[in-house]
């Protein structure tokens, strides 16, 4: 059975300031859990059910864990109930510490991914993904983007979010606004700008992705250019997970 | 207060059974509902909260549905708890009556979106808003496919629903089997296809997406050609609906 502190530790974290507290989160999984163990992040502990303890694919990461010298713990099914963040529990959590990061993290010879008031933690993580597969680590989150550390959030990075920079902004424009003064250009994805197949990619840009509902803000789109990817059909937007998807592609791949 | 058996009748559409028994399903929202009608679905009826209904929105809605001679109904805040599909009611819902669509509905002179197991209700529903804004109105679902008609998908398609032809194959094989004798090529999306970039479209292409999990089936795949998003980072994968949107885009847009 787990220990009463554990579950309560675990049960603080599905709250977003008791992971600012603690500067901690959950990922739940074997390709969550592994991916944590193999990016060197920094694991407080693991809980592990105990029915599941036996299984090849959790023996491998017992023997990590325990190689590393991390703390395991074993619950049992009706433990389950108070720790589990997903509908299914898969048999195993980890409990991750993270060291905040500065907006100096995300600047260097790559383009910096901006979302601006993302409220969606399946969209910001599948974006988070996606900017991982093509190679683009920086991103950069405006201070009403959801929690990038929320259970939803992290789960739907299927593990980019240890391969990738994030800072989130306490102050998004003023932060474009000293950037751009520092050679990045501002390129906001809207409805009404260039057709996208104008966009010419550098690595000082900023492509900044707004809400679904209302957008990039006005106050940073007029800081640069205007993109719009063109449709032919009835829809009245894509997805921001998708949108996103299209211009990254288009800035690695170009064709 | 909503009567018993109008209650009751939404509350058995939150099941596949009976959505396929009375070939019915319910769209939430303000542009949900408005979709609807704009596209002359056919609405079985509508469901209002009852102190909603002096909004401008919801007053117009009632208009056009008063127009129609669709029935609607007043609900109380009490009632929500029994017939709401998302966690926060947005005021108004609709049962829309579809018919059922058979293979021919989605051959014409344009290319098939083909999808093989799709479980994710939220990407199948993008996956079908982002066909409809590249004007591919061709669906083709694989018989294990998450129900089209799930709440879930119903929302993420943002209307799009309305504009997209949707079949789901009792035997997706079989069907694919006999396009391809029908001028139909086959190209599925792999992880060890081709560039992307050496993609040719054609009108007569069926695309063929799998799931996130494991991808499109052996059997199709040997049916045709396979194309790669290619990718630079430590990502495994793209998310199917991110996949979906870069290739449609491709076919449309090409650059």
Redesign the interface.
């Known amino acids: 059975m787990l220990k009463r502190n554990i579950k309560k530790h675990i049960n603080k974290l599905h709250q977003k300031k008791y992971r600012k507290e603690y500067a901690e989160f959950i990922i739940e999984g074997i390709k969550g859990v592994g991916g944590a163990l193999e990016s060197n992040s920094n694991v407080n502990f693991i809980v592990i059910e105990e029915k599941k303890k036996e299984d090849k694919n959790i023996l491998e990461i017992i023997k990590k864990a325990e190689g590393l010298n991390i703390e395991i713990h074993y619950c049992a099914q009706k433990d389950i109930g108070d720790i589990k963040t997903t509908e299914t529990f898969p048999g195993i959590l980890a409990v991750i510490k993270y060291s905040k990061t500065v907006l100096l993290d995300i600047i260097n010879d790559k383009p910096i991914i901006c979302l601006d008031s993302v409220k969606d933690p ?1 969209n910001l993580g ?1 974006i988070i ?9 920086n991103i950069l989150l405006s201070e009403n983007c959801v929690d990038v550390y929320n259970e939803k959030t992290v789960r ?1 990075t ?3 979010i240890f ?1 990738t920079g994030i800072y989130q902004s306490q102050d998004i424009v003023s932060d474009l606004k000293n950037l751009t003064q520092k050679d990045y250009s501002i390129v906001s994805l809207t409805m009404d700008g260039e057709n ?2 104008e966009l010419q990619p550098k690595k000082n840009n900023i492509y900044v992705f707004g809400s679904e509902s209302h957008g990039v803000r006005s106050e940073i789109i007029e800081m640069g250019e205007r993109y719009t ?11 921001v ?6 211009v990254l ?1 288009k800035i ?2 170009q ?1």
């Open positions: 399946g599948t993904r996606t900017a991982d597969w093509f190679g683009l680590p739907s299927m593990g980019s391969h996208l197949k990817i063109p449709g032919k059909g009835n829809a009245e937007s894509l997805n997970a998708v949108s996103a998807g299209i592609k690695v791949v064709k």
